[in-house]
Structure formats: structure tokens, C-alpha cells
């Protein structure tokens, strides 16, 4: 009778686990609010499909995901995936407007605005980051190869190191001073 009761909390913590997954925020369209401008997809100069594993930091949370992040035909597709591939979002990107779909556990300083304009700082090639950035207010540098600064002002906002010449293909870091967070990019191009 023991198991058969172990059993049953164990299956009803997964059919838990499995419902937060499908439980996604309707889609929604929105005018792109970051505290940083995010450039139109197209600013890549190519089109990428590439296979990412994220480990994110904030406080005492830590966060794994799988991720896939498509930039094709002027647009800009990232899903993030659970470690059961059970999907966590989707934001897509077109260059005006952002919709999202995620689910409740991923909502704090992860937020879609903001992984996009985190995941160009250090994807997108440097000369397409620096006039637009500058023109909102920031200075985008970089002070050493394998290394890209943001600063506003006098304040850092965030830093990322790549671990070769091409981050969409290695390791990548990336550390948000201003919202408290840090992700960890294995990228790999499919």
C-alpha cells in the first residue's frame, strides 16, 4: 500500500510539472519596452538556425534550458525548451514588435525584451549594435578581442566573454549588472 501511495504523489507531481508547462500566457503582441533598443533581426547580415543550452543565474535561482533561436526572413524565433522538452517560450521578433508566450516559471528578470536584447549584445556583429545603441544612450565597447562591454553613462550594464571568433558557434557568458543575472551559452549551429 506504501508504494502504491509514493506512487500516486509522485505521478501527481508530474501531471503537475507536465500542466505548468502547457499553462502558457496567450500570445501577445506588444511594442518592443527594454531598457535597451533591440535592433531588427536583419541587422545580422545572415541567417542562423543554432542549438543553444542556457544556464541562467539571478539570486538564488538557477535555470537550464534548451534553446533554439532562428533568425530568418527579417524575423527573430527563440523557443526554450525544459530539460523533458517541454516548452518554456517562445518569443518571436520582427523587428517592430514582440510576442511572447511563456509560462509562469519563467517570469522575473528573464523577461522576453530582455533575453532578446541580451542574446544580440552578443550575437549581432559589433557595427550593428554601436549606432543604435548610442543613439539610445549607451556605448557599446570592445576593449579586448573575446569581450563586449554596455555601459550607460559611467554605469556597466552588462559584459560578455566568447570563448572563440564566432560566438554563434562555442561558449558564450554574458553577465546583466543591472538586472542581477548571468547566462552561460553553449551555442552550436545546425
Known amino acids: 500500500m506504501k508504494s502504491f501511495a509514493g506512487l500516486l504523489v509522485s505521478l501527481t507531481g508530474w501531471i503537475t510539472l507536465l500542466t505548468l508547462g502547457a499553462c502558457v500566457s496567450s500570445p501577445a503582441s506588444k511594442p518592443?519596452?527594454?531598457?535597451?533598443?533591440?535592433?531588427?533581426?536583419?541587422?545580422?547580415?545572415?541567417?542562423?538556425v543554432v542549438n543553444q543550452v542556457v544556464r541562467?543565474?539571478?539570486?538564488?535561482?538557477?535555470?537550464?534550458?534548451?534553446?533554439?533561436?532562428?533568425?530568418?526572413?527579417?524575423?527573430?524565433?527563440?523557443v526554450g525548451l525544459n530539460s523533458?522538452?517541454?516548452?518554456?517560450?517562445?518569443?518571436?521578433?520582427?523587428?517592430?514588435?514582440?510576442?511572447?508566450e511563456t509560462v509562469p516559471a519563467m517570469q522575473g528578470p528573464l523577461m522576453p525584451e530582455r533575453l532578446l536584447a541580451d542574446m544580440q549584445l552578443v550575437f549581432w556583429p559589433f557595427a550593428s549594435l554601436a549606432k543604435p545603441l548610442s543613439e539610445a544612450g549607451f556605448q557599446v565597447s570592445e576593449p579586448a578581442p573575446g569581450i563586449r562591454r554596455l555601459r550607460r553613462g559611467e554605469q556597466l550594464i552588462a559584459e560578455a566573454h566568447f570563448s572563440?571568433?564566432?560566438?554563434w558557434s562555442g561558449r558564450s557568458w554574458l553577465v546583466n549588472f543591472e538586472h542581477g543575472y548571468s547566462l552561460q551559452i553553449d551555442s552550436q549551429s545546425l
Open 32 to 48: 518592443v519596452a527594454s531598457s535597451r533598443p533591440l535592433v531588427a533581426p536583419a541587422s545580422l547580415g545572415s541567417e542562423r
Open 84 to 100: 523533458l522538452g517541454v516548452r518554456l517560450f517562445t518569443i518571436r521578433y520582427d523587428g517592430t514588435a514582440v510576442q511572447s
Open 56 to 78: 541562467g543565474a539571478f539570486g538564488s535561482r538557477e535555470l537550464t534550458f534548451n534553446g533554439v533561436v532562428t533568425v530568418k526572413d527579417g524575423s527573430m524565433t527563440l
Open 164 to 167: 572563440n571568433d564566432d560566438p
